[in-house]
């Protein structure tokens, strides 16, 4: 995972590969860090996903609420289909911003 | 003819199960499912040991551990298009498959699942 800081306050990660129960604590974890350095506003670049299951799917959730909860945001950059699958049949393509590539 | 693949519950095996379920024709939204399982079964039901068997020409492939009685089935599926922190995994379980069935047999958690007509 890549974070590349737009503004102060904005940044851009670039996610790779999978996104399940292993590797969803690192996404958890370098949300948590950015926070901590001030980042409000998160845009999560998916294009490169090849999988994602309902444990990568909850860390986003609560990236989105803990971000919303502080006044910023969480949006999706170009969604992979692995990605754009595990929205749809959650029905959370509705609720989460999604931006397409 | 059934394919088996059989591994220890470690969540660092899920990637190799993804690549089994590939090599046998099978789409992303089997893998997808048959990951909610297995995970549920590491997480939930203590299991140390899995066991997918998978038949693709009759569309139906079972998960077998060895953990604790339980049967994910019983939970109630969760409304989708809510934002809460988990609970996904048994609606999309039941978004994949039909005819799930689970059963415990000889200390073993089995569930049989149907796939095919769903994929898309």
Known sequence: MNVEMLTNTQARLVLQGRLDVETAPKLRLILLESRNQGVKDFLLEMSQIEFMDSAGLAAMVSGLKQSKAEGGSLKVEAPSEAVRRVLELTLLDRVIGIVEG | ?120
């Open chain 2, 1 to 120: 003819m059934t394919a088996k693949h059989t591994f220890p519950a470690r969540t660092a095996e899920l990637e190799a199960l993804g690549e089994f379920v590939q090599q046998h024709g099978l789409g992303p939204l089997v893998e997808l499912g048959v990951t909610e399982l297995v995970t549920n079964a590491i997480l939930h039901g203590g299991a140390r040991c899995i066991r997918v068997r998978v038949d693709p020409a009759s569309g139906q492939l079972w998960v077998y551990d060895n953990g604790q009685g339980f049967n994910p089935l019983e939970a109630l599926p969760r409304p989708m298009g809510e934002l809460r922190e988990g609970g996904y995994g048994v609606a999309i379980i039941h978004k994949v498959f039909r005819n799930l069935r689970y059963c415990r047999r000889r200390g073993w958690n089995c569930i049989r699942a149907r796939f095919g007509e769903v994929e898309k």
